[in-house]
């Protein structure tokens, strides 16, 4: 005996009904959290745009006066203390340590996932591996090479630790962007005579690029922002912006709208680099997700 096919489910029935509900109420919890994150940023901004009698008085004065002094006090005005020097240095060795990482995470992760090596994982928990070590634990042996090679307050010491301590992030996500790059355009490439670096250069390159940029972007982040090294290491020549906004903290007190100035001033790099490349990293970051 044939059995009755069921009927289909008509629109508006209470499982579709559910999920759209879900949908709505994951979708509010995310704009919560989002707008969570983002509100002590927008106060940081505001603040920055107050006089310091404002900026102090308790609870926070939302709707004074705007007031640039928080931004001249910053660049030097009245003390001549200028900050474009821990700007320029933060710079240089951020973008040189992120060229440097990715010049070498690049091949590693190419040698791990389109031409694998024996006991590849095994390599990839010991790049991880190098991470566990907690960095105040390596600081005073980095401070004793450090003085013996006379290279404190250089900014090519940071140069070298920024790459070392990005280096193993870079080759674990540069691993899974790599291994996504379809294995027929690699055999393409050999087919027609393709050497390494044409092959790293015109195949893998273009392809990756997202996942490159993602990379690049995260390793300039954490250059950008390291202090711990920056702090101890360095002093007159080659302190970076972090370092520069902690000497904002004086005896004599918190004024609050210059801190607030210098710290919106010192992550408009960073959030200019994002913005540059949230395309690409949108695409990274995604990259192998779906298949």
């Given at each position: 005996?044939?059995?009755?096919?069921?009927?289909?489910?008509?629109?508006?029935?209470?499982?579709?009904?559910?999920?759209?509900?879900t949908?709505?109420?994951?979708?509010?919890?995310?704009?919560?959290?989002g707008?969570?994150?983002f509100?002590?940023?927008a106060?940081?901004?505001?603040?920055?745009?107050?006089?310091?009698?404002?900026?102090?008085?308790?609870?926070?004065?939302?709707?004074?006066?705007?007031?640039?002094?928080?931004?001249?006090?910053?660049?030097?005005?009245?003390?001549?203390?200028?900050?474009?020097?821990?700007?320029?240095?933060?710079?240089?060795?951020?973008?040189?340590?992120?060229?440097?990482?990715?010049?070498?995470?690049?091949?590693?992760?190419?040698?791990?996932?389109?031409?694998?090596?024996?006991?590849?994982?095994?390599?990839?928990?010991?790049?991880?591996?190098?991470?566990m070590?907690?960095?105040?634990?390596?600081?005073?042996?980095?401070?004793?090479?450090?003085?013996?090679?006379?290279?404190?307050?250089?900014?090519?010491?940071?140069?070298?630790?920024?790459?070392?301590?990005?280096?193993?992030?870079?080759?674990?996500?540069?691993?899974?962007?790599?291994?996504?790059?379809?294995?027929?355009?690699?055999?393409a490439?050999?087919?027609?005579?393709?050497?390494?670096?044409?092959?790293?250069?015109?195949?893998?390159?273009?392809?990756?690029?997202?996942?490159?940029?993602?990379t690049?972007?995260?390793?300039?982040?954490?250059?950008?922002?390291?202090?711990?090294?920056a702090?101890?290491?360095?002093?007159?020549?080659?302190?970076?912006?972090?370092?520069?906004?902690?000497?904002?903290?004086?005896?004599?007190?918190?004024?609050?709208?210059?801190?607030?100035?210098?710290?919106?001033?010192?992550?408009?790099?960073?959030?200019?680099?994002?913005?540059?490349?949230?395309?690409?990293?949108?695409?990274?970051?995604?990259?192998?997700?779906?298949?």
């Open positions: 005996m044939n059995r009755p096919l069921l009927a289909p489910r008509r629109p508006g029935s209470p499982a579709p009904r559910r999920r759209r509900h949908g709505t109420l994951l979708g509010l919890v995310a704009w919560l959290c707008i969570g994150f509100l002590p940023v106060w940081m901004v505001l603040t920055s745009f107050h006089s310091e009698t404002d900026a102090a008085t308790n609870p926070p004065s939302v709707g004074a006066g705007l007031s640039l002094d928080g931004y001249r006090a910053f660049f030097g005005a009245g003390s001549g203390v200028s900050p474009w020097p821990p700007l320029v240095n933060s710079l240089t060795a951020s973008v040189v340590a992120t060229v440097l990482v990715l010049l070498l995470a690049v091949p590693a992760a190419y040698a791990l996932a389109i031409k694998p090596v024996r006991k590849w994982s095994d390599v990839l928990f010991f790049f991880l591996s190098t991470k070590l907690p960095l105040v634990a390596g600081l005073l042996p980095v401070y004793l090479v450090a003085q013996n090679t006379g290279m404190l307050d250089s900014i090519w010491l940071l140069v070298l630790l920024y790459t070392s301590m990005n280096l193993p992030i870079a080759v674990w996500m540069m691993r899974s962007f790599l291994a996504e790059v379809p294995v027929e355009m690699l055999e490439a050999s087919i027609d005579g393709a050497g390494l670096t044409t092959t790293l250069t015109r195949i893998v390159a273009p392809v990756a690029m997202p996942g490159i940029a993602a690049a972007l995260i390793s300039f982040i954490f250059s950008w922002n390291e202090l711990l090294f702090r101890v290491l360095t002093g007159i020549v080659a302190g970076t912006s972090p370092v520069f906004l902690t000497g904002l903290v004086t005896s004599q007190g918190l004024f609050l709208a210059k801190v607030c100035a210098a710290a919106t001033v010192i992550s408009l790099p960073v959030i200019a680099a994002g913005f540059a490349a949230q395309d690409k990293l949108v695409q990274g970051l995604s990259l192998g997700a779906v298949k």
